[in-house]
Structures are given as structure tokens and as C-alpha cells.
């Protein structure tokens, strides 16, 4: 068990729905990423959060958008779901804010399923 | 473009023998180079990280070989048991750039009894 959280598990819904995928760090941890992972992409960085701050942003789409809140959870949204954004969502989080200096630790991930 | 390259995308060994996954990068700033372990349904868990300033970094029967001048790195697991049977993502970080970890895409490792 990392000690990142994710809900839900699993999470079916319709295209051109809009979902909402919650993550909570490691106690202590300041840092939240968040990965795509699918069978064709691999794990995909798309965006990461510090202490409640943007710091850096990767192969996000502008239809999805998160957000870190001041007790540190972290919210990713979705929002016009598509077929192909079916896939698996990780959360991983770190103590510091360089991917290249501190350790992620992944979350069990949400399975979103598009249908 | 995939800033890490892995290789072999699956891999079957027999119990007791050595699993040998490659990995390759061109980017010269990465500094920082992990491995993760992934079970069906389960989030990747790291399980041993090496820098460029040594060779070799070992932790039980899991060794990461790193050749700075041929950017290139390698998981070598000695004595594979049937639970060794995962998916491995090698991934690379750097100092200065973009501020995540770049995945390989991922060994399927099977171990036979």
C-alpha cells in the first residue's frame, strides 16, 4: 500500500458526460501528478500540482483540468468524455516538487470506462 | 516522441533464471532513472532508482546496470520467482526541462516454474 488514494475504482459513464476523479496524497507529500495510462499510450504524464500551485503540465487535453486544494487532495476533471478517454487514471504524489528529486508514489488508480 | 525506449515488450523466463530488461534515452539531462512494478489492477510501485554518478545500484535480487555513454540502462532481476510476474516501466527524469517522468512502455515479465 503506497498511502495514495484514489476514488473510485471504477467509473462507467456516457460520451459527453463529465467526471470527476479524486486522488489524496501521502501524508506529508505536497506534489500530485497525474498519469493516463492506456493499453496503446502507455503511462502518459498530463499534469502536476505543488502545494495547491500548477507546476507543470504534459499531454493534457483542454477538455480535462485539475486542481489541488488546501488540504492537498487533488481533483482531476473530464469533462465531454470521448471513447478513447477510456483508460486508466493514476495520482502519484512526492514530498518535493522535481520529478527528478523525489520519489512518486502511485495510487491504485481509477478505471474510466467510456461508453 | 517516446523519450524512453524499452525493450523487450515481453519477456518469458523459467524459474531460478535471470530477467534482462533494456531501456535507452537521448535526452542528456535526465539524471534520475527508477523502476516501477505493476501487478493487474494494481498502480505502479517503484522498486529501485539509480543516478548517473554509479554504475550499478543493487537491492536484493534486483540490479540496475546504468552506462552513462551509451545511454543505456538495464533491470536485471536474478533467481525470477513465479511472483516476479508483472509489468516493469523504466522511466527517466531530469534536472532541467519538463518536470515529470518519461515511461518506457512497459515489459510484460513471465516466469514459468
Known amino acids: 500500500d503506497s498511502g495514495v488514494t484514489q476514488t473510485p475504482k471504477h467509473l462507467i459513464t456516457a460520451t459527453g458526460q463529465r467526471v470527476t476523479l479524486r486522488c489524496s496524497p501521502r501524508?506529508?507529500?505536497?506534489?500530485v501528478y497525474w498519469y493516463q495510462q492506456s493499453l496503446d499510450q502507455g503511462l502518459q504524464f498530463l499534469i502536476q500540482?505543488?502545494?495547491?500551485?500548477?507546476?507543470a503540465k504534459g499531454n493534457i487535453l483542454e477538455r480535462f483540468s485539475a486542481q489541488q486544494f488546501p488540504d492537498l487532495h487533488s481533483e482531476l476533471n473530464l469533462s465531454s468524455l470521448e471513447l478513447g478517454d477510456s483508460a486508466l487514471y493514476f495520482c502519484?504524489?512526492?514530498?518535493?516538487?522535481?520529478?527528478?528529486?523525489?520519489?512518486?508514489?502511485f495510487g491504485p488508480g481509477t478505471r474510466l470506462t467510456v461508453t | 516522441q517516446q523519450q524512453v525506449k524499452q525493450s523487450p515488450q515481453s519477456l518469458i523466463v523459467q524459474k531460478g533464471g535471470i530477467s534482462i530488461i533494456n531501456c535507452a534515452y537521448e535526452?542528456?539531462?535526465?539524471?534520475?532513472f527508477p523502476w516501477y512494478q505493476q501487478f493487474p489492477g494494481k498502480g505502479p510501485a517503484l522498486l529501485i532508482a539509480?543516478?548517473?554518478?554509479?554504475s550499478e545500484k543493487k537491492e536484493g535480487r534486483f540490479t540496475i546496470s546504468f552506462n552513462k555513454s551509451a545511454k543505456q540502462f538495464s533491470l536485471h532481476i536474478m533467481d525470477s520467482q513465479p511472483g516476479d510476474s508483472a509489468t516493469y516501466f523504466c522511466?527517466?527524469?531530469?534536472?532541467?526541462?519538463?518536470?515529470?517522468?518519461?515511461f518506457g512502455t512497459g515489459t510484460r515479465l513471465t516466469v514459468i516454474p
Open positions: 502519484a504524489s512526492s514530498k518535493g516538487h522535481r520529478a527528478s528529486s523525489y520519489e512518486q508514489y
Open positions: 501524508s506529508g507529500d505536497l506534489s
Open positions: 500540482y505543488y502545494n495547491g500551485e500548477e507546476r
Open positions: 535526452n542528456t539531462a535526465f539524471d534520475y
Open positions: 539509480i543516478r548517473p554518478d554509479v
Open positions: 522511466a527517466a527524469s531530469g534536472l532541467w526541462g519538463a518536470n515529470n517522468l518519461f
